[in-house]
Structures are given as structure tokens and as C-alpha cells.
């Protein structure tokens, strides 16, 4: 079973990666919230439960869509899509916080607080807070509170308060050591809903656990539509949430490649990318083990992307030790890449992807070319596209957009004189 | 395991009703005012000086220490300013110093050569409050061998089985943390520290110290007969940084004053 890579000799680690490097006064707390977690898991109703929560909230199944046009232009495989870009609030991170919901009402707790990078994660738990009736707090970059005020606009919307955390470098990863503050301090009623498949254990496993609901449908869906397993998977990887749960449920499919796609940035040799598995370090930080882009001294760097959800120093301790395994093969789009993908995908497919999950697409086009006309390909649309208008069209740096904006600016800045 | 540090607080504790263990972290606000906070210290007769090494992810600090941390790393402290930093003071001052920092530091140095140059620089122990005690791994044999303390942490949030082990996993003293959270914050001298000083200890008779949240001589004279050591960090960085050199002074003086 590919369940059974959950089932770890020592709890909580894969390999050497994982493990729980956290503060002895949230010892507590992790291992209440380990015993809710293996009592859901072992509860037949509980997912029972989720499938239903994401049948009425979140559209699922989701379908997986073949791209036709898309696999002409390109030549080559086949191109099919999963398309976890039509959950609710439009990314694979519904999937996540619903589940971790269920959770916080199993243990009976009044509030909630996670960490968002692009906004997403954070739009999402808002929603949950909101659907649960949960007091809700989302740490956020304070650049990232710059870049994507749309989402902030969502959260705030949705009744969660938004934290923009000013240290560090002002991006996921200080979120991240924010909740956590908040956490040490507030436990007695707070769940952390961490948002992808990184921090100190149960979250990698648990994260997954929730996420595998994308592979677990992915497997049956394709074989009902093409009658045969796809030759190679693709998925961006950020910390790694939405490709764990895609790759996980065709681990033991031995024709299967998965194949993890990160942000190359401006290029690998620029330094501006995120770029964790050729050229990171293993490390402990943020309450794991894991391939950090780090300094020979174990200070983490400073990362980029075009694609906020992905500008992240570390990974999944599960994807690094597939990774060492050779189970899961790790390669990374360029930012200008992923422009040209985005523009393909639309003009071809009427799709509108996320940047960030234009990064598995782009990483699979430029190997699916090579390949034979009747091998199959997949990708997780783990996210649309629409909801970052701003982000996409200044990636596409479209001139009627900027003029748009210009007018607005104008407009506004003329009423409130 | 090193059994010099605790017998050096147990002598001390003959001559004070309390002691007194401050803190620093290296780099900031930059070297040479770090060594004038040191001579104050001394001055103060302190009894033990906690360095910190900085590190960019401190999850267990609070904004000022978190924004000291970042600023030193801007400085460009790294480990040979670090322990060169430590070295010096070493040689120039009475009190034991500990490392406080994070363990990917260690972690990225690797266990053998973390313990010798901190034993080469004259620490007498470490506390690194992310790494849990069953991820020491070979570090607690090779600071045995070095003679370095691993200093453990004991928090109000600890049930009795995770603080047994911790107690009797203890090396020097015990660090205990007064409260939920960071550092930083204030924290309320109540009853409710008292018995959590009690339960710890119930579990050994290594030193207690006291930490998070002490900032005046008042809150030593409370705990005189609960805990053995008061640790003092955030109150001394905001002093400096908000009253200057000469008020970081009057509040050692007033907390040495505390410890009689
Ligand atoms: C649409 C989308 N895909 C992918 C990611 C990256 O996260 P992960 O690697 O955990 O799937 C994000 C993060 O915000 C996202 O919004």
C-alpha cells in the first residue's frame, strides 16, 4: 500500500528528514494534536466525513481534463490535467484546511491562525474559520501583504484578522516563525493550521494525508479515461503540498515517473530562485529537518519566484527523502518559462492557470516532447490563474492592464481629495 | 556530566539569596557595546553570562531579540566572530559563559566540532531551546567529554513524564521557563510559578533558574526561596536601547542589589 510509507520506524521522520526540532513548551500541545490526528485517521467516519465536506464545499472530485491542443502544439505525450484549480477558493489548499477544520472541531478548539505566503493558504483558512464559525489570525509577509492585496482584501473580507510580520526577510518563512510565536503563547484554544507539508511532525504526515485525495482520484480518474496509468507526473513544488499529494498514491506504480518541478527564478546560477534540491543543504530550522537553501552556516537565503506560493527555503521532508530515494525526480522552470507556458495554456486550452502550477507544466512541456505520441503526462492545475490578475498580468506585462491601473490610481486618488 | 558549573552555582548561592544570569546577543547592537554590557555585568557581579549566537529563524524569540538576531547576522557576525567574541571574554571576565542559539547552528557545524571550539573558548555549557532532548543524539557523550553543560528547558506546559525525563536529563541547572510564550513579554510573579517551580524540583536537585519575562530587582526579591537563578534578557537589550548606557547600569545595580 502507498499508505504504508506513513507508517515510519521512528514517528514522524522519513529517512533522515522530519523529526520535530520545536520549543519544549509546544511539546504539549504537538502531541495532543498527534493523538487527535491518529484517532481521526483510525476513525472510518472521519474521512468519510472530509470526502463529503469536499464533496458539498469543494466540487470534488475534481476532474482530470486532456489538453489536446496543448499535446499537438507541443508534440509529443499526451497532456492531461487535474484540475484542483476549480476547489473552492480556486487551489489544492481547500483540501488542507478543510481537513485540518474537521480536525480543530474534533478537539474542540475556538480559533485558528496559519501562515500565507501568495495569500492563498491564507484566503483559504479564512474561509474554513468562516464556514466553522473559528476566530481566525493569518501571518503574512509584509512584502507578500504588498504583492497580493487582493487575497488580504479576501481574508479580511472573511472576518480573519491579517498580521504583516516586518522581519526577516518578510516572506513565508518569516510567517511561519510568527504562527509559531502565536502558538507557543495561545495553545490552550488555537490550532495551527499550517498550510503545506513542511514543519515539525504530524504536519508533513498530516498535510499529505489530507492531500492524497488529489492522487487517490487522479489514479482512478485517468485509468477509467485512457485505460492505463500516465507514464509521468508533474507537479510544482513549493513546500511541496500539492505535488505529495498528487505523487503519493502512485508510489508503488512502478511505470509511473513523478517528477517535482521547482522555481528556477531568473536561473539557477543568478541566485534569485528557490531551488532547494540541487542546491540547498540538509538542515534543521523552522522545526524540521530538511534540503534548506541555507549559507554554509546554516543562515537560510533569500529566495525568489514569480510565483509567490513557491518562494519558500525549505521542502517536504517526505519529497527529500523520495528524492534521496530516487523515487521522485526534482527538476525547475524559469520564470520566463512559466510566462510562456501561461500564455500557451490559455490560447490553447481556455485554461487559466496559477503561476505556480504553471511551473509543473512548464517542466513537463519541455520533456513531453521528447516523448512517444501515445505515452500520457500529468499535471496538477493545483491552482487558476483569474484570482491573481494582478500578479499574471504584470508577469505578461500587459500595457491596457497598467493603463487600467494608472486611471483607477486616478480615480481614487481624485475622490479622496 | 560536568559537574564544575553546578558546584560553582552552589557555592555562589551561599554568598546570595539569588543569582543572577543575563544575556547578550552577539553582534548586536555591535561588538564593542556588547563587551561595555560585559564590564557592566562584571561590575554588577553577575553570575553567569548567556552569549547568543545569532540565527535568521529565532521561533522562540520575541520581536526585540528576533530583531537583534537579524541585525547582528547584518553585521556579519558569523562563528569565527562569535567565538572569537567569546574567547576574549573568556579570558577577561569571572562568569561562566553559555552559547544560546539555535541548533541548526550546531546542526551545520557539526556535533564534534561545535563541542571543541566551544570548550576552546571557555563555555561552560549551551542551550539550544528547538533541539529536543531525544534529538541530541551523540551530543550529550561528546559535551560530557568536553565538560559542557547542556542546559535543559522546563516549561509549565510539561506533563510530569516529559519533565521527570528532562530533570533527570538535566546538566549544570535548569532552565525554566515561567510562562507560555517568547521572550519578551512580561511575565507576572504569581503562585502559579512557585508550584511550577516545586514540580521541577520534585525531579532534581540541580539549580533552578527562572526566565521570560524577569525585569526588575522586585521580581528577584519574589523569587528569592523558589528558584536559584534569575535569568534577565529583553528588560537589560530594552534598557540599552530605549534609556541608554547609564540606565542598562542602574538596572544591573538594582538587580544586584535584589540578590542579597
Ligand atoms: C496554486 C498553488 N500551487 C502550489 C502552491 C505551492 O504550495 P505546495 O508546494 O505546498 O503545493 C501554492 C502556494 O501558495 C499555490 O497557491
Redo the contacts between chains.
Sequence with gaps: MWSDIFQTEKPGYYGQFG???????????FEELIAAFESAKTDPSFWMEYVQTMQSYSCRPTPITYLPNLSKKNGGAQIYCKREDLNQTGAHKANNVMGQGLLVKRMGKSRVIAETGAGQHGVATATMAARFGLECKIYMGALDVERQRPNVFWMEQLGAEVVAVT??SSTL?DAI?AA??DW????DDTHYALGTVCGPHPFPTMVSYFQSLIGQESREQILELTGKLPDRIYACVGGGSNASGLFLPFLEDKGVELVGVEAGGHGIESGAHAVRFSSG?I?????YKTYFL?N?????MHTHSIAAGLDYVGVGPILSHLHDEGKVRFSSATDQEVIDAVRLLIRTEGLIPALESTHGLAGLLRESREMDEEDIVLFNLSGRGDKDIFNIAEALDDPKWREFIHQKSNEYRRSSN | MSGKLTEYLRNRLKEKKILLMTHTVVGYPSLEDNWRMLQEMQLANVDMVELQMPFSEPIADGPLFVKANQEALKNGIDWNAYFEFMGRAHEKFDFPLLLIGYYNSAFAMGHHSFCSRLAEHGASGYLLPDLPLEEMGDLQDLSREHQLNPIMLCTPTHKDTRLESICTNGSGFLYCVARKGVTGAVTKIDPIIFEFLKRCRKYSDLPLALGFGLSTGEDLKQLQGHADIAVIGTALLKIWEEKGYEAYRSLLQELAVATA
Design positions: 523529526g520535530m526540532f520545536i520549543p519544549e513548551i509546544l511539546r504539549a500541545t522581519e526577516g518563512k516563525n509559531m510565536r507557543s503563547a495561545s495553545m543543504h538542515g534543521v530550522a523552522q522545526g541555507q554554509p552556516e546554516g543562515q537560510m
